[in-house]
């Protein structure tokens, strides 16, 4: 018989709110959530980054880019809480493939915002922050170098690997893998 889980399962999440694979897959990470105890370190990708072709502008050259902003605006958030960074991703992601809204267009962005009642100054702090690329920039490197990522979802275990069977619930499946 297996032992009672004394310490929650950590995991790292990389994501790109632009990718519908991967909020498809954060919404069920979520609802795993809700029946395990899990920790979800959120964690940044950019697809605009990895399919850049050659000569073009990387994504942290340009003013505003289409998922780098998002981003850059989950960084900023999680420095101050990671639920903020969660929930911002939950409410952008939606906001773009559910709803055909532009979360990286200033107004939208916004009111997104203020719908997770994120401090009203986060999109004027995290576009004039620079060093947000760095944050961005940092977990995408990294997702690349150390687990040879050329696409999201990706999601890394604190504690080596383990299997994840498709089904469509969740909490079984997970279960079933640990």
Known sequence: MAEAQSEPIKIDFFFDIMCPWAYQTSIWI????RTVDLEINWRFFSLEEI???EGKKHPWERELA???TPLRIAAWLRRKDMDLCDDWY????KAL????LRPYEEATARKLLESISAPSN???EAIADKTTHDDVRLD???SVNKFAAFGVPLIVFENGRR???????AAACWRRST
Not at 30 to 33: I, K, Q, T, Y
Request: hydrophobic share 30%; proline share 0%.
């Open 51 to 53: 399919n850049r072709e």
């Open 66 to 68: 289409y998922g780098w």
């Open 122 to 124: 986060t999109w004027d």
């Open 30 to 33: 979520r609802e795993v959530r």
């Open 97 to 100: 493939h559910e709803d055909g």
């Open 90 to 93: 939950l409410v952008a992601a």
């Open 163 to 169: 299997r994840i069977w498709a089904s469509g619930r």
């Open 140 to 142: 995408h490197q990294e």
